[in-house]
């Protein structure tokens, strides 16, 4: 069967575009299609007609005709065809306009790109930062923030496909990942915290989008990276300084949500938390009036959770270890001051913020029923907690009780913990 852009564009456009087409139109449509890009030279061609001027919807599908060729026949390829493609997908990158071919087509572009970097990094391809970093050294200026986006989408793509424990679908997967892991933190890890730092230091109050997808990725991979490339005196700094930015202020938390979240030795971590104050932070930036929509305000009461969850979790394990006072005495500040603003924010008008801090407060609770050296201060914190469930376990007069939906059934949920947290206190 003879291939042409033509047909192709019809056939596309009959099945994305002409919602009145009769059904036989559109099964001989996706026959055809289907026959492209089973066929042999079916790649080569899309790779020839991926670089003329067509329209988002055709390029997107040649991009999923990319990924198909990937994901199930790219090791039928041979070497030098695998490097032929791989090297022409580069060569797009600083090519991209995002008002001619929108989003969708960079989201599926850093998909194939992730799965050729999967297929090809460990063995043919180790040199795949260094050479998409080299496309942004070499672009022109009017390119620069294009390339960035492309990459910084790669970078997400590529911890969503083959980093990302949740997409490990077999104990092979798991060691390939880990691998690649080994890999990038010795070959390129060093290079994307200077690259996401840069961009946040540049473009925070330029462009909006990059600083999103930077600190997307930051929060993806501070997991597994060495901590000290994001928890230093160049980096955190700037990412407070965010805090202040209204568009980027939410994602910021979700950076030091993931900061602490990392796995660590305790008195390490307790060290870390000690010197981020985050509980100044939050302090600081929970303040006036608050509404249902404000997702900042729930990236503020998540990050009090993990705040207070890690610090009684630190302090329980160095008791074990027997550790210096002063490392229990530092664990118990943070602790007390997490518990101030995880009790501001199960006070909250809007359930879903007080729902947010409520495995703290649990965990709060069961210390407190361990530690048998309890204060004036851990009694006050019993009393205003005793307070804030009665006051919130109230139904209010929106409350439907002839024709309870979804909103009651929410806090019916929601009063089931409430009286959960009120047993232990009892």
Known sequence: ??????????????????????????????????????????????????????????????????????????MSLSLDERKFFYSRLLVWI?????????RLVAKKFAQVMARVFNSEYLDSWTTFFHDLFGILDRCL????????????RIFEAIDETVINSEFNRSSQDAAHATAIKDAMRVESVAKMAKFWFDILGNYSASNVLLCQLSLLNIQKYVGWIDINLVANQFFLPLIFHLITNKDLKTDACGVLEQVISKGMPSESKLQLLAQLRLQD?????????????????????????????????CRTDCVRGRAAPEILATADVIVQDAVTLGLKFLGSEWDDLSESVLQFLGSYLHHVKHNKNGNEKTVENLKQLLQIIRFKLQYTEEYNFEQPGDEEALFERFRKDLQSLLRTIH
């Open 1 to 74: 069967m003879n291939f042409d852009l033509q047909t192709l564009d019809k056939a596309v456009s009959t099945l994305y575009r002409n919602g009145s087409q009769l059904q036989e139109q559109r099964d001989q449509a996706m026959n055809y299609l289907n026959s492209f890009s089973n066929s042999p030279n079916g790649w080569r061609l899309s790779l020839d007609f991926f670089f003329q001027p067509i329209h988002a919807e055709l390029k997107f599908y040649f991009l999923t005709v990319f990924q198909d060729l990937v994901q199930y026949r790219f």
């Open 94 to 102: 600083p090519l991209y306009d995002s008002r001619l071919e929108g």
């Open 141 to 152: 200026v009017d390119q620069r923030e294009k390339v960035i986006e492309i990459l910084l």
């Open 281 to 313: 932070l939050i302090a600081q930036a929970n303040q006036g009036t608050v509404s249902e929509e404000d997702e900042f305000q729930r990236a503020l009461a998540k990050l009090t959770n993990v705040l207070g969850v890690e610090a009684i979790t």
